[in-house]
């Protein structure tokens, strides 16, 4: 049996729990190869699920981008001489492919054939391992005489995961039949080990373990999973990498099987052991079973043996001790990678500071959209080695005045007020769904105003409601672009739209810094208006956008306050010389200035499920109080 040996190899999903754990293996066991690690860190990735010693590796790159950014990917394939692909790459998350099915099809299917189009351009692959799924051939009898699927065996998807791996061996079939791609696929096992997920049922479980609590059962607990250690399927790939047959499609699996009910069991064992306390018996709770749940997959794997000599050697034990020692270790997470638009803008910088702290690693872009032609900025983009876009872009001000009222005047303001408060954002988000990249602007809630239907101390603005207030210019586009980014929030779009308002932050060095200012006034309104403490709300969006969220959202820390209580509570607690007068909502400059400024409430109870944060006022008695202790 003729050997293949790879030199230049691509990993693509080498970030999820499969493919890192493969990383880890394949590097020690093909001592002679360079590796380059392509990953988009959907939920399940991770960088840090490599090993340090790999990542510190001189035969190790790690590229951010996606299968279908093409720009990017010829690159890779150019600069790094690649001669081998092994193709994890998908979504398996069960939010996308039950909840967002057609965007699972865009990841799995339509990414996938774009990666094809770019490998058969490059032309210079020898050997394209697919990462398949058992679960192509549907469920399994639970009966003791069933036997398992063979390769030829009829496919029969039980769920939109196992549909979309369908279609993906589809058009493998296709490029091989059409351009004599060198393709070889593997049908994986249900698999388990270190740096899984933690919605999936190891992971879960043994989180459970640890505070001895109640295990929770989908449906009957008797669906039985073929339990496949991790290492011995990266071993198998690696046999079918070296050994397999082009064209050719290989079961990996193992015959040792287990119910739910009976590795929760198991793994409770374990982690009282490993924490060196007396074991407990597992206490089950049911819960209705999901949707596409199948009852068992077994299928053989006697072709992989006969062919490749390869067959599972880890005992179920001994993997999963391995498992729960790893899950026992504090871990350091790396899940984006960020490019910011308007980074050196008042917010930007604030969002830099949070970045920071949470040593999430970013870039500023270089192109600026409206300036440098649309190709540029896209060239940059495709190339960046980022997961996730932030805009920040907008103009508030310029020289001679440092208000919105710089916008106000003729077809010049026109232009400049639409393409930093409308185009650039617009234009990103087009590139960001095109190359493959989760999006976030940081749009403005300064399109409302109290009204009839919104009173000071009524219904709050929420994130269905159009704007209402028209009062300058920046607000009229500023409207337009809040609206147009509905466009990018259908269902499974990664496109991220957050309404600030009156950002305020702790440095009282930024002249911009709303705190800032207010301290200063003689005189300052007193109703309740919403407020974007940043340290907050940055730490809010971050979160939010590694779990790679979109839609809509008011970005506003909970329950108004008025600039007045604000100054009040700031001198009560750091400084009692200031002393501002309060304009009740009464007087008749009050109600000047309700008519002519966008003052209102923004509804938060969609960011309270998503992301709770302090109220207002709790937050600045938090801050204000860490201020006074620096």
Known sequence: MTTYTPKNVVITGGCGFIGSNFVNFIHDAWPNCNFVNIDKLILNSDTQNVAESVRNSPRYKLVLTDIKNEAAILNIFEENQIDTVIHFAADCTSTRCYNETAEAVQNNVLSFIQFLETVRTYGKIKRFVHISTDEVYGDSDLSENEQGKVEYSRLVPGNPYAATKIAGEAYVRAYQAQYNLPIVTARMNNIYGPN?????????????????????????????????????????????????????IYNLGTYYEKNVADLAKTIQEEVDRQLGRPHEEPRYKSIPDRPYNDLRYLISIEKAK??????????????????????????????????????????????????????????????????????EVERELALAGVTHVICVTGRTHGPGCNT??????????????????????????????????????????????????????????????????????????????????????????????????????LDLEQPRNLLSKIIKYKELFDIPVSLTILPDCMNAMCNLMEQRTGGTLNLVNPEPISLYEVVKIYKEICDETVNPTPIGVETERAQQLLATKGNCALDTEKLQRMAPMLSAKESLIKHFNEMKTK
């Open 196 to 248: 899984q997920w933690d919605v999936k049922v190891v992971p879960r479980f043994i989180e459970i373990a640890k505070v001895r609590g109640e295990y929770t059962i989908q449906g009957s607990g008797k669906q039985l999973r073929s339990w496949l250690f991790v290492d011995d399927a990266s071993a198998g790939l690696k046999a079918v990498c070296e050994k397999g047959k082009l064209h050719e």
């Open 306 to 375: 006969n062919d490749l000599g390869w067959e599972p050697t880890t005992s179920f034990d001994e993997g999963m001790r391995i498992t729960v020692a790893s899950a026992l270790k504090e871990h350091k997470h790396v899940k984006m990678h960020v490019a910011i638009y308007g980074g050196k803008g008042y917010v930007g910088q604030e969002l830099q500071h949070v970045l920071r702290a949470r040593e999430i690693p970013y870039v500023l872009a270089e192109k600026k959209v409206g300036f440098d032609s649309d190709e």
């Open 404 to 505: 919105i009222e710089y916008l106000e005047g003729g077809a010049d303001k026109v232009f400049i007020n639409v393409r930093d408060n409308m185009y650039s954002a617009t234009i990103l988000a087009h590139m960001c769904r095109k190359i493959g990249l989760h999006y976030t602007y940081i749009g403005t809630g300064y399109m409302f105003a109290y009204d009839k239907e919104h009173p000071i101390g009524g219904a709050e603005f929420k994130e269905e409601d159009e704007p209402t207030f028209f009062g300058s210019a920046y607000s009229v586009v500023k409207g337009f672009t809040d609206r147009q980014m509905n466009y990018f929030n259908q269902n499974g779009w990664e496109n991220l739209n957050v309404r600030i308002t009156l950002p305020l932050s």
